[in-house]
């Protein structure tokens, strides 16, 4: 991150009243679990906190009245340690695990704040995916109903001009990813004046939109923000970028930390096979045809790039195994429809690339499936935590080929947990393995084929 855009994130500082300077002691000791060997040890009472319900948090009766009708009664650990500070006016940092309720953590205040003042465009959440930005909105509109808020999301892949329409009218909430809302701002003066009392800005996955991919799209949208406003940031994992910006900016940040290194859920099983790179396929057909005997409903199969899910899927096809796609090759039509095929149980293997691998709440999953492992251990963690998700168990199987032995340990040494070994019946797996190369050919032929026209 460069200092220019670390300037663009200053937000006014505020004199810290004694009482939040306390607080603030409170709530790193409280939840950091990797506290610093000087920090200041300040004694605690860890169990106060626990029995909070939404109503002692500060939320509103009506708000309460929506969570309890959607079933949730009970705060989660991110939620108890964020929403009283962002209700008090605080700069936030959250890391939380991935399906810890995170959504919630920002949503619920946000919508606290804007019922007593509501204007548009209140709130900006920037987010790294698509597919997210729709789930977040779905959120915001659950808990938001009868408070007729109005959600509007940008992302690329739609109409951007209609995109540019809604945000003239300015929506209360505006979920985006940044490549699209940059390309709106650029393009249309109205768009970018549009977030010029925007009050809250969230960057939900921060760790990734602090990434330097998304450097320009970000300067360009901070710069149309107010310099008066609440930052709330949230990650499963604390970067080096996230610790800079706190130091240089949001110093007066209130903290909750739940990250204890690369965790993956306590109900996951946790397995890896290793397998020749050549008969991958044969053995993941295996696995995929006799999911019963597995007793798995549902899967996510993650490959390493756009190209080998594209190939794989037309594999499985061939195969007449019914699969559905995720991946940044598709329009985003079909990205919809695809996750919502995989969501509604119409079609339960979910072949996709890390477009998928982060936040997708899709409580179903029973397995996950690594066939090709990914480059980083962070990544490993994002995929594996689609399933195992708020307490249920899981199961996830990594493909390791003679290439990945480095890469196994690195994903080890950094979660901590050593992976079971899988074994297959290896001589039911072979029997497939002529119908497999059989199915490889011709899908081969058949590309060739498409290419030559
Ligand atoms: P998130 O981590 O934001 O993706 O949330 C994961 C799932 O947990 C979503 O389906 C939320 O609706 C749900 N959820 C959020 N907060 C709670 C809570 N306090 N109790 C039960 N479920 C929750």
């Given at each position: 991150?460069?200092?220019?855009?670390?300037?663009?994130?200053?937000?006014?500082?505020?004199?810290?009243?004694?009482?939040?300077?306390?607080?603030?002691?409170?709530?790193?000791?409280?939840?950091?679990?990797?506290?610093?060997?000087?920090?200041?040890?300040?004694?605690?009472?860890?169990?106060?906190?626990?029995?909070?319900?939404f109503?002692?948090l500060g939320v509103s009766?009506h708000l309460c009245?929506?969570?309890?009708?959607?079933?949730?009664?009970?705060?989660?650990?991110?939620?108890?340690?964020?929403i009283?500070?962002i209700i008090?006016?605080?700069?936030?940092?959250?890391?939380?695990?991935?399906?810890?309720?995170?959504?919630?953590?920002?949503a619920l205040p946000v919508l606290h704040a804007l019922a007593r003042?509501?204007?548009?465009?209140?709130?900006?959440?920037?987010?790294?995916?698509?597919?997210?930005?729709?789930?977040?909105?779905?959120?915001?509109?659950?808990f938001?109903?009868?408070q007729?808020?109005?959600?509007?999301?940008?992302?690329?892949?739609?109409?951007?001009?209609?995109?540019?329409?809604?945000?003239?009218?300015?929506?209360?909430?505006?979920?985006?990813?940044?490549?699209?809302?940059?390309?709106?701002?650029?393009?249309?003066?109205?768009?970018?004046?549009?977030?010029?009392?925007?009050?809250?800005?969230?960057?939900?996955?921060?760790?990734?939109?602090?990434?330097?991919?998304?450097?320009?799209?970000?300067?360009?949208?901070?710069?149309?923000?107010?310099?008066?406003?609440?930052?709330?940031?949230?990650?499963?994992?604390?970067?080096?970028?996230?610790?800079?910006?706190?130091?240089?900016?949001?110093?007066?940040?209130?903290?909750?930390?739940?990250?204890?290194?690369?965790?993956?859920?306590?109900?996951?099983?946790?397995?890896?096979?290793?397998?020749?790179?050549?008969?991958?396929?044969?053995?993941?057909?295996?696995?995929?045809?006799?999911?019963?005997?597995?007793?798995?409903?549902?899967?996510?199969?993650?490959?390493?790039?756009?190209?080998?899910?594209?190939?794989?899927?037309?594999?499985?096809?061939?195969?007449?195994?019914?699969?559905?796609?995720?991946?940044?090759?598709?329009?985003?039509?079909?990205?919809?429809?695809?996750?919502?095929?995989?969501?509604?149980?119409?079609?339960?293997?979910?072949?996709?690339?890390?477009?998928?691998?982060?936040?997708?709440?899709?409580?179903?999953?029973?397995?996950?499936?690594?066939?090709?492992?990914?480059?980083?251990?962070?990544?490993?963690?994002?995929?594996?935590?689609?399933?195992?998700?708020?307490?249920?168990?899981?199961?996830?199987?990594?493909?390791?080929?003679?290439?990945?032995?480095?890469?196994?340990?690195?994903?080890?040494?950094?979660?901590?947990?050593?992976?079971?070994?899988?074994?297959?019946?290896?001589?039911?797996?072979?029997?497939?393995?002529?119908?497999?190369?059989?199915?490889?050919?011709?899908?081969?032929?058949?590309?060739?084929?498409?290419?030559?026209?």
């Open positions: 991150m460069s200092d220019d855009e670390i300037q663009l994130f200053s937000s006014v500082p505020r004199k810290k009243p004694r009482r939040e300077q306390r607080e603030r002691a409170h709530d790193s000791t409280r939840h950091r679990a990797r506290a610093e060997p000087n920090e200041p040890t300040e004694r605690t009472e860890p169990d106060d906190l626990d029995d909070l319900g109503p002692q009766e009245s929506v969570l309890g009708a959607l079933g949730i009664v009970e705060p989660t650990a991110v939620q108890r340690g964020c009283p500070a008090k006016g605080r700069n936030v940092i959250g890391i939380a695990q991935t399906g810890s309720g995170k959504t919630a953590a920002f003042n509501p204007y548009g465009v209140f709130n900006l959440v920037l987010t790294p995916t698509r597919e997210l930005a729709f789930q977040i909105a779905d959120q915001y509109k659950a938001g109903a009868g007729n808020v109005r959600v509007s999301v940008v992302v690329g892949g739609l109409d951007g001009q209609e995109q540019a329409k809604q945000l003239e009218r300015r929506p209360h909430v505006v979920i985006a990813t940044p490549g699209r809302l940059k390309a709106l701002i650029d393009g249309n003066a109205t768009v970018a004046s549009a977030f010029k009392r925007t009050a809250f800005l969230i960057l939900d996955e921060a760790d990734r939109l602090l990434d330097e991919s998304f450097e320009e799209d970000l300067g360009t949208i901070l710069e149309c923000l107010p310099v008066m406003r609440q930052t709330l940031l949230f990650s499963a994992t604390m970067t080096r970028a996230l610790v800079t910006l706190q130091k240089e900016l949001l110093e007066d940040a209130y903290v909750f930390e739940a990250y204890e290194g690369l965790q993956t859920a306590s109900g996951l099983r946790e397995t890896v096979t290793v397998v020749p790179a050549k008969v991958k396929e044969v053995y993941l057909t295996y696995l995929l045809r006799n999911l019963e005997e597995y007793e798995v409903r549902s899967v996510m199969v993650f490959s390493g790039t756009r190209k080998a899910c594209e190939n794989l899927v037309l594999l499985l096809e061939e195969l007449e195994i019914p699969v559905t796609a995720l991946h940044s090759g598709l329009a985003q039509r079909e990205r919809m429809a695809s996750l919502d095929r995989f969501k509604g149980g119409r079609v339960n293997i979910l072949v996709c690339t890390d477009v998928g691998s982060r936040g997708l709440d899709i409580p179903e999953v029973d397995l996950v499936v690594n066939f090709d492992l990914p480059k980083l251990p962070e990544d490993y963690v994002h995929r594996v935590g689609r399933t195992a998700r708020a307490g249920r168990s899981g199961w996830s199987l990594s493909f390791a080929s003679q290439y990945d032995v480095e890469l196994l340990k690195a994903i080890e040494s950094e979660t901590n947990r050593r992976m079971e070994e899988f074994k297959f019946d290896e001589a039911k797996v072979l029997k497939l393995l002529s119908n497999v190369y059989t199915a490889r050919r011709v899908k081969e032929i058949s590309r060739a084929k498409k290419v030559k026209k």
